[in-house]
Protein backbone atom coordinates (compact mmCIF):
# COMPACT_ATOMS: atom_id res chain seq x y z
CA UNK A 1 0.00 0.00 0.00
CA UNK A 2 1.16 3.61 -0.77
CA UNK A 3 0.82 6.45 1.71
CA UNK A 4 -1.15 8.16 -0.91
CA UNK A 5 -3.54 5.11 -0.12
CA UNK A 6 -3.38 5.62 3.54
CA UNK A 7 -3.69 9.27 4.43
CA UNK A 8 -2.06 11.38 6.97
CA UNK A 9 -4.72 10.48 9.58
CA UNK A 10 -4.45 6.95 8.90
CA UNK A 11 -1.07 6.84 9.41
CA UNK A 12 -0.89 8.75 12.34
CA UNK A 13 -3.95 6.27 13.58
CA UNK A 14 -1.90 3.46 12.91
CA UNK A 15 1.52 4.83 14.53
CA UNK A 16 -0.30 5.60 17.81
CA UNK A 17 -1.14 2.23 18.46
CA UNK A 18 1.34 0.35 20.71
CA UNK A 19 3.07 3.58 20.89
CA UNK A 20 2.85 3.73 24.77
CA UNK A 21 5.35 1.67 26.92
CA UNK A 22 5.26 3.16 30.11
CA UNK A 23 1.77 4.29 30.79
CA UNK A 24 1.71 5.86 34.48
CA UNK A 25 1.58 9.74 34.26
CA UNK A 26 0.26 9.83 30.51
CA UNK A 27 -2.71 11.79 30.70
CA UNK A 28 -2.98 12.16 27.07
CA UNK A 29 -0.54 11.05 24.11
CA UNK A 30 -1.22 10.80 20.35
CA UNK A 31 -4.47 12.57 18.94
CA UNK A 32 -5.11 15.94 20.39
CA UNK A 33 -3.34 18.94 19.53
CA UNK A 34 -0.47 18.20 22.51
CA UNK A 35 0.25 15.40 24.24
CA UNK A 36 0.03 15.59 28.30
CA UNK A 37 1.63 14.04 31.18
CA UNK A 38 1.50 14.90 34.55
CA UNK A 39 4.84 16.16 36.51
CA UNK A 40 3.39 16.57 39.91
CA UNK A 41 -0.26 15.99 41.79
CA UNK A 42 -1.79 19.23 39.81
CA UNK A 43 0.61 20.14 36.91
CA UNK A 44 0.81 18.78 33.57
CA UNK A 45 3.23 19.44 30.76
CA UNK A 46 1.97 19.66 27.09
CA UNK A 47 4.12 19.06 24.27
CA UNK A 48 3.47 19.30 20.51
CA UNK A 49 5.87 19.20 17.93
CA UNK A 50 5.80 20.71 14.29
CA UNK A 51 7.89 20.91 10.85
CA UNK A 52 7.70 22.29 8.11
CA UNK A 53 9.66 21.71 4.50
CA UNK A 54 10.42 23.91 1.88
CA UNK A 55 8.54 24.03 -1.11
CA UNK A 56 5.91 21.50 1.10
CA UNK A 57 4.99 24.12 3.96
CA UNK A 58 6.50 27.72 2.32
CA UNK A 59 8.19 29.15 -0.24
CA UNK A 60 12.03 30.35 0.25
CA UNK A 61 11.27 33.31 -2.61
CA UNK A 62 7.96 34.18 -0.80
CA UNK A 63 8.35 34.37 2.89
CA UNK A 64 10.67 36.88 4.63
CA UNK A 65 13.32 34.89 6.53
CA UNK A 66 12.52 36.55 9.83
CA UNK A 67 8.77 35.38 9.34
CA UNK A 68 9.28 32.20 8.92
CA UNK A 69 11.30 32.18 12.00
CA UNK A 70 8.29 33.29 13.68
CA UNK A 71 5.71 31.11 12.11
CA UNK A 72 7.45 28.05 12.68
CA UNK A 73 7.41 28.69 16.56
CA UNK A 74 3.72 30.22 16.15
CA UNK A 75 2.32 26.56 14.99
CA UNK A 76 3.27 25.25 17.80
CA UNK A 77 2.27 27.85 20.74
CA UNK A 78 -0.77 27.78 18.57
CA UNK A 79 -1.54 23.61 19.85
CA UNK A 80 -0.20 25.11 23.30
CA UNK A 81 -2.84 27.99 23.44
CA UNK A 82 -5.25 25.61 22.11
CA UNK A 83 -5.51 23.06 25.26
CA UNK A 84 -5.19 26.13 27.71
CA UNK A 85 -1.62 26.12 28.70
CA UNK A 86 1.65 28.45 28.74
CA UNK A 87 4.25 27.94 26.35
CA UNK A 88 7.49 27.09 28.14
CA UNK A 89 10.76 25.35 26.33
CA UNK A 90 11.73 25.03 22.86
CA UNK A 91 13.70 22.40 20.79
CA UNK A 92 14.04 24.05 17.46
CA UNK A 93 15.84 21.30 14.81
CA UNK A 94 16.89 22.43 10.91
CA UNK A 95 18.30 20.71 8.01
CA UNK A 96 20.23 22.93 6.25
CA UNK A 97 21.10 22.28 2.30
CA UNK A 98 24.85 22.18 1.32
CA UNK A 99 26.10 26.37 1.27
CA UNK A 100 23.18 27.39 1.85
CA UNK A 101 23.74 31.34 3.40
CA UNK A 102 24.22 32.07 7.12
CA UNK A 103 22.37 35.38 6.81
CA UNK A 104 19.20 33.53 5.93
CA UNK A 105 19.70 31.19 8.73
CA UNK A 106 20.15 34.46 11.16
CA UNK A 107 17.21 35.82 10.15
CA UNK A 108 15.27 32.92 11.10
CA UNK A 109 16.62 32.75 14.35
CA UNK A 110 16.46 36.11 14.51
CA UNK A 111 12.70 35.90 14.12
CA UNK A 112 12.32 32.91 16.20
CA UNK A 113 14.05 34.98 18.83
CA UNK A 114 11.81 37.74 18.39
CA UNK A 115 8.49 35.51 18.88
CA UNK A 116 10.15 33.40 21.70
CA UNK A 117 10.58 36.55 23.71
CA UNK A 118 6.98 38.03 23.16
CA UNK A 119 5.68 34.47 24.69
CA UNK A 120 8.54 34.41 27.12
CA UNK A 121 9.89 30.88 25.86
CA UNK A 122 13.40 29.54 25.99
CA UNK A 123 15.23 27.85 23.27
CA UNK A 124 16.92 25.10 25.08
CA UNK A 125 18.25 22.94 22.31
CA UNK A 126 17.89 21.28 18.95
CA UNK A 127 19.25 19.45 16.19
CA UNK A 128 21.31 20.83 13.19
CA UNK A 129 22.08 18.67 10.11
CA UNK A 130 22.82 18.44 6.50
CA UNK A 131 19.30 18.21 4.58
CA UNK A 132 19.73 17.16 0.34
CA UNK A 133 18.73 20.16 -1.09
CA UNK A 134 15.33 21.49 1.33
CA UNK A 135 15.87 23.46 4.60
CA UNK A 136 13.30 21.67 7.07
CA UNK A 137 12.83 22.70 10.18
CA UNK A 138 10.99 21.10 13.29
CA UNK A 139 10.06 22.85 16.55
CA UNK A 140 9.00 21.12 19.64
CA UNK A 141 7.90 23.23 22.29
CA UNK A 142 6.52 22.34 26.25
CA UNK A 143 3.85 24.42 27.85
CA UNK A 144 2.59 24.16 31.32
CA UNK A 145 -1.19 23.60 32.38
CA UNK A 146 -3.28 22.68 35.88
CA UNK A 147 -4.29 18.97 34.96
CA UNK A 148 -7.65 19.94 35.63
CA UNK A 149 -8.15 22.89 33.53
CA UNK A 150 -6.80 21.29 30.24
CA UNK A 151 -9.26 21.45 27.06
CA UNK A 152 -9.21 18.71 24.80
CA UNK A 153 -11.01 17.68 21.42
CA UNK A 154 -13.03 15.07 22.91
CA UNK A 155 -14.86 17.29 25.19
CA UNK A 156 -17.88 18.45 23.38
CA UNK A 157 -21.36 17.62 24.01
CA UNK A 158 -24.79 17.48 22.56
CA UNK A 159 -26.32 20.82 22.83
CA UNK A 160 -22.93 22.67 23.31
CA UNK A 161 -22.35 26.11 21.38
CA UNK A 162 -19.44 26.28 18.89
CA UNK A 163 -17.78 29.32 19.34
CA UNK A 164 -14.50 30.33 17.41
CA UNK A 165 -12.67 33.29 18.97
CA UNK A 166 -11.58 35.50 15.25
CA UNK A 167 -12.21 35.84 11.92
CA UNK A 168 -11.61 33.00 9.61
CA UNK A 169 -10.19 32.55 5.71
CA UNK A 170 -7.38 35.58 6.32
CA UNK A 171 -4.23 33.36 5.76
CA UNK A 172 -5.73 31.35 2.81
CA UNK A 173 -6.71 34.61 1.31
CA UNK A 174 -2.99 35.38 1.85
CA UNK A 175 -1.96 32.10 0.22
CA UNK A 176 -4.03 32.54 -2.81
CA UNK A 177 -3.37 36.37 -2.83
CA UNK A 178 0.64 35.21 -3.60
CA UNK A 179 -0.33 31.96 -5.53
CA UNK A 180 -2.02 33.98 -8.15
CA UNK A 181 -0.24 37.33 -8.17
CA UNK A 182 -3.06 39.62 -7.15
CA UNK A 183 -2.60 42.79 -6.38
CA UNK A 184 -5.17 43.57 -3.84
CA UNK A 185 -5.67 47.24 -1.50
CA UNK A 186 -5.60 45.69 1.81
CA UNK A 187 -3.04 42.73 0.95
CA UNK A 188 -0.96 43.81 3.77
CA UNK A 189 -3.39 42.21 6.29
CA UNK A 190 -3.97 38.84 4.32
CA UNK A 191 -0.07 38.22 3.77
CA UNK A 192 0.42 38.85 7.79
CA UNK A 193 -2.15 36.50 8.59
CA UNK A 194 -0.60 33.90 6.86
CA UNK A 195 2.82 34.81 7.46
CA UNK A 196 2.71 35.91 10.87
CA UNK A 197 -0.02 34.22 12.69
CA UNK A 198 -0.86 35.41 16.10
CA UNK A 199 -1.00 32.36 18.41
CA UNK A 200 -3.90 33.08 21.05
CA UNK A 201 -2.61 31.99 23.92
CA UNK A 202 -4.58 34.23 25.81
CA UNK A 203 -7.77 33.49 24.73
CA UNK A 204 -6.96 29.83 25.47
CA UNK A 205 -5.67 30.23 28.92
CA UNK A 206 -8.78 32.34 29.90
CA UNK A 207 -11.14 29.41 28.17
CA UNK A 208 -9.10 27.34 30.20
CA UNK A 209 -9.23 28.96 33.69
CA UNK A 210 -12.82 29.24 33.33
CA UNK A 211 -13.61 26.09 33.83
CA UNK A 212 -16.48 26.13 31.64
CA UNK A 213 -15.90 25.08 28.27
CA UNK A 214 -15.73 21.61 27.49
CA UNK A 215 -13.51 20.97 24.09
CA UNK A 216 -10.81 23.03 22.20
CA UNK A 217 -8.84 23.11 19.17
CA UNK A 218 -6.82 26.03 17.11
CA UNK A 219 -7.78 25.92 13.10
CA UNK A 220 -4.63 24.92 11.54
CA UNK A 221 -6.20 22.50 8.65
CA UNK A 222 -9.60 24.53 8.25
CA UNK A 223 -12.92 25.40 10.53
CA UNK A 224 -14.57 22.41 8.84
CA UNK A 225 -11.92 19.80 9.60
CA UNK A 226 -11.12 21.24 12.62
CA UNK A 227 -14.42 20.93 13.63
CA UNK A 228 -14.93 17.53 12.35
CA UNK A 229 -11.59 16.81 14.79
CA UNK A 230 -13.72 17.86 17.89
CA UNK A 231 -16.72 15.72 16.90
CA UNK A 232 -14.82 12.71 15.46
CA UNK A 233 -13.13 12.20 19.01
CA UNK A 234 -16.24 13.72 21.45
CA UNK A 235 -18.15 11.30 19.06
CA UNK A 236 -20.95 14.18 18.67
CA UNK A 237 -22.26 15.99 15.16
CA UNK A 238 -22.67 19.44 14.64
CA UNK A 239 -24.67 22.27 12.57
CA UNK A 240 -23.05 25.74 11.67
CA UNK A 241 -24.75 28.69 10.28
CA UNK A 242 -22.81 30.43 7.39
CA UNK A 243 -24.59 33.73 8.24
CA UNK A 244 -23.23 33.69 12.31
CA UNK A 245 -19.16 33.71 10.93
CA UNK A 246 -18.01 36.26 11.80
CA UNK A 247 -16.60 37.71 7.72
CA UNK A 248 -13.95 40.45 7.69
CA UNK A 249 -14.78 43.36 5.29
CA UNK A 250 -11.41 43.44 3.28
CA UNK A 251 -12.12 39.64 2.94
CA UNK A 252 -16.01 40.20 1.37
CA UNK A 253 -14.23 42.94 -0.64
CA UNK A 254 -11.36 40.51 -1.81
CA UNK A 255 -13.83 37.69 -2.89
CA UNK A 256 -16.37 40.16 -4.79
CA UNK A 257 -13.24 41.94 -6.83
CA UNK A 258 -12.08 38.87 -7.75
CA UNK A 259 -15.19 36.78 -7.95
CA UNK A 260 -14.33 33.78 -5.61
CA UNK A 261 -16.38 31.70 -3.39
CA UNK A 262 -15.68 33.24 0.23
CA UNK A 263 -17.28 30.10 1.83
CA UNK A 264 -14.10 27.96 0.11
CA UNK A 265 -11.52 30.76 2.73
CA UNK A 266 -13.90 30.50 6.17
CA UNK A 267 -14.93 27.20 6.07
CA UNK A 268 -11.91 25.28 4.10
CA UNK A 269 -8.95 27.55 4.60
CA UNK A 270 -6.30 26.74 7.00
CA UNK A 271 -3.85 28.23 9.14
CA UNK A 272 -5.37 30.79 11.18
CA UNK A 273 -4.72 29.74 14.44
CA UNK A 274 -7.37 30.76 15.77
CA UNK A 275 -9.14 28.62 18.60
CA UNK A 276 -12.47 26.96 17.73
CA UNK A 277 -14.48 25.44 20.72
CA UNK A 278 -17.21 24.32 22.79
CA UNK A 279 -19.21 24.95 25.91
CA UNK A 280 -22.64 24.74 27.07
CA UNK A 281 -25.42 27.26 26.11
CA UNK A 282 -25.74 28.48 29.84
CA UNK A 283 -21.92 29.52 29.93
CA UNK A 284 -22.01 31.54 26.75
CA UNK A 285 -22.69 34.91 28.13
CA UNK A 286 -19.80 34.65 30.79
CA UNK A 287 -17.19 32.88 28.09
CA UNK A 288 -17.93 35.93 26.47
CA UNK A 289 -17.10 38.70 28.82
CA UNK A 290 -14.70 36.76 30.42
CA UNK A 291 -13.17 36.72 26.65
CA UNK A 292 -14.29 40.32 26.15
CA UNK A 293 -12.91 41.63 29.27
CA UNK A 294 -9.79 40.29 28.40
CA UNK A 295 -9.11 42.02 24.88
CA UNK A 296 -9.94 38.88 23.03
CA UNK A 297 -13.19 37.96 20.65
CA UNK A 298 -15.77 35.63 20.50
CA UNK A 299 -18.43 34.62 18.22
CA UNK A 300 -21.23 31.65 18.67
CA UNK A 301 -21.69 30.02 15.06
CA UNK A 302 -23.52 26.60 15.47
CA UNK A 303 -24.49 23.90 18.26
CA UNK A 304 -23.06 20.04 18.62
CA UNK A 305 -25.65 17.80 17.86
CA UNK A 306 -26.21 14.36 18.33
CA UNK A 307 -25.09 11.48 15.53
CA UNK A 308 -22.08 11.88 13.60
CA UNK A 309 -22.57 14.45 11.06
CA UNK A 310 -21.90 18.58 10.04
CA UNK A 311 -24.35 20.28 8.86
CA UNK A 312 -23.89 23.79 7.85
CA UNK A 313 -27.02 26.30 7.43
CA UNK A 314 -26.65 28.02 3.75
CA UNK A 315 -27.07 31.72 3.55
CA UNK A 316 -30.79 30.89 2.12
CA UNK A 317 -31.68 29.14 5.19
CA UNK A 318 -31.01 25.52 3.49
CA UNK A 319 -29.53 22.85 5.09
CA UNK A 320 -26.21 20.97 3.40
CA UNK A 321 -23.55 18.56 4.59
CA UNK A 322 -20.41 20.83 5.88
CA UNK A 323 -17.75 18.75 3.65
CA UNK A 324 -14.64 18.26 5.62
CA UNK A 325 -11.75 19.19 3.19
CA UNK A 326 -8.90 19.16 5.33
CA UNK A 327 -5.59 19.34 4.74
CA UNK A 328 -4.33 16.02 4.76
CA UNK A 329 -0.05 15.99 3.24
CA UNK A 330 -0.52 12.42 1.05
CA UNK A 331 -4.33 12.15 -0.22
CA UNK A 332 -5.06 14.88 -2.98
P1 LIG B 1 -1.78 19.59 14.56
O1 LIG B 1 -2.44 19.88 13.22
O2 LIG B 1 -2.53 20.13 15.72
O3 LIG B 1 -0.31 19.91 14.58
P2 LIG B 1 -1.44 16.84 13.73
O4 LIG B 1 -2.58 16.51 12.83
O5 LIG B 1 -0.13 17.19 13.12
O6 LIG B 1 -1.89 17.99 14.75
O7 LIG B 1 -1.18 15.62 14.72
C1 LIG B 1 -2.24 14.93 15.33
C2 LIG B 1 -1.68 14.02 16.39
O8 LIG B 1 -0.84 13.02 15.85
C3 LIG B 1 -0.82 14.72 17.44
O9 LIG B 1 -1.09 14.09 18.68
C4 LIG B 1 0.61 14.42 16.99
O10 LIG B 1 1.52 14.47 18.07
C5 LIG B 1 0.46 13.02 16.45
N1 LIG B 1 1.44 12.65 15.40
C6 LIG B 1 1.57 13.19 14.16
N2 LIG B 1 2.54 12.59 13.46
C7 LIG B 1 3.07 11.62 14.25
C8 LIG B 1 4.11 10.65 14.11
N3 LIG B 1 4.80 10.54 12.97
N4 LIG B 1 4.37 9.84 15.17
C9 LIG B 1 3.67 9.95 16.30
N5 LIG B 1 2.67 10.82 16.51
C10 LIG B 1 2.36 11.66 15.50
MG1 LIG C 1 -3.31 21.92 16.48
Do not use: W
Not at 131 to 137: A, G, I
Not at 200 to 210: C, D, E, M, N, P
Not at 326 to 332: A, I, L, S, T, V
Request: with cysteine.
Amino acid sequence: MKISDLGEFAFIDRVSKGSLHRKDGVIAGIGDDCAVFRVSDHLAILLTADMLIEDVHFRRGEIPAELLGRKSLAASISDIAAMGGTPREAFVSIGIPENFETEYLDKIYGGLNSIAAEFEINVLGGDTVLSPDRLVMNVALTGEARETEILYRKGAMVGDIVFITGEPGLSSAGLDLLRNNRDFANKELFLAAHFDPVPQTKAGRILASTGKAHSLIDISDGLAADLGHICGQSGVGAIVEINKIPLAAELREYCRQFRLDIENFVLHGGEDYILLGTAPEKHSPDIESSLKSGGCRYFPIGRITDGASLTLIAGDGGRQELKLRGYDHFRK
